[in-house]
DNA sequence: AAATAGTTTAACAATTTAGTTAACAAAAGT
DNA sequence: ACTTTTGTTAACTAAATTGTTAAACTATTT
């Protein structure tokens, strides 16, 4: 299919890297196929960047849960430990994040966008903020501040685990250990900037 | 210069996204020019590479310093500390490091390389190791993992930064007081990996 | 079976890009 | 003075890349 291949190609090479041959190579079509369906090569990557960014959301928002939210450290909790099981099941997003981030072409902007305009993250946001109120913690920033640390927290937990295995070849079960360390650990350091 | 013009389109778009062309455009030379004293792109990109390497290997190794190194906490302290401020005064070296780890072309056997045949990176790991089994702390995985979590927490807070800036227009200040927050909180969380 | 709509292919065009070349100019050495 | 080396330019080549097109092929509908 062509829009694996695509997602494939411009994970591996990025948007410059990647040629529309490469990807139809790989779809295995010629690649006057994928021009009659995909019209340009941009439209393709913007169909990627689209799936990618539900992705992103996805992560940052925990699933609607019927039982209440419970306090703050069970909220912070379950937002690292969601968002770190997230990406464990989707290895390729920090990748694409940090690389979105490092091209810019507007990513940031639009990850603010995205971030803003959904409901669900502010609504994520908001109840961490009323949480900490409720436990008579003044937030001092920018609540928004505490969502992208969360997520640049647990991101590097799976760079490191990555580069570790690159560097002196770490096993897997060595690399799902830290990583389930890290929920804790990330957890208290993110309780830690909310005060408590 | 040359050089420089490369430096910059290199860093803004990439290997795959800059062209000798604009690189000759940038340093107001034909690109004849370009190729007459670089010959290739690609020996261009190595130059590039190698430079940042240099500084990246100097960003982790602090100087040589005439004082004894210190316990365990002050040693880790002074790391962090050295590794914040040169990041600081070298904004674009997180986003060179993180580009290079994403697009890999070998990036990341490149790092471990060069960490690995520099004497004074393992100088570093090995030093903080004696100094934490000398206050009794016995360590249960690979020290130059905790150099790699030391240059990924630092990093951390630059992306943060950046992140806030472009997308609620956090101020200079607000930033750098924020950096030096980090340098103590990432001190105190590398000595808690440690053990302490 | 004929018409029609959708799919596929091979060949092609236009542009971009890395790298070259030949001619020329400026220094430097002899 | 003249010869060699070094620097510079404009024009060029060859390959790659995005996108098109016309014709052929296939499936579906009528």
């Known amino acids: 299919m062509i829009l694996e291949a695509a997602n494939a190609e411009f994970l591996e090479k990025g948007y410059d890297g990647t040629t529309t041959a490469s990807i139809a190579a790989r779809a295995k079509v010629t690649h006057a196929m994928l ?5 340009t090569k941009e439209n393709l990557f913007e169909m990627f960047v689209q799936k990618k960014m539900a992705l992103v959301k996805e992560a940052i928002c925990p699933p609607a849960r ?11 909790r379950y937002i690292v430990s969601h968002h770190m099981d997230f990406l464990f099941s989707h290895p390729e997003l920090p990748k694409f994040m940090l ?5 810019n072409r507007d990513s940031l902007a639009m990850f603010a966008a995205v971030a803003h305009q959904d409901g669900n993250i502010m609504d994520v946001a908001a109840g961490l903020k009323k949480a900490a109120e409720k436990e008579g913690l003044s937030i001092g920033f920018d609540i928004r501040t ?9 991101i ?4 490191s685990t990555d580069i ?33």
Chains 1, 2 share one sequence.
């Not at 690389?99 to 091209?103: L, N």
Request: glycine share 4%; aromatic share 10%.
């Open 35 to 39: 021009h009659y369906y995909f019209q």
């Open 66 to 76: 019927t039982a209440t939210p419970g306090n703050l450290a069970e909220q912070v």
């Open 99 to 103: 690389r979105e981030i490092c091209f």
């Open 146 to 154: 505490i969502i992208i640390e969360i997520a640049l927290f647990n």
């Open 156 to 159: 590097s937990a799976f760079i």
């Open 164 to 196: 570790r295995r690159s560097c002196f070849g770490e096993s897997e079960e060595a690399a799902a250990a830290m990583i389930e360390n890290r929920k804790t650990e990330n957890t208290e350091r993110i309780l830690k900037m909310l005060g408590k």
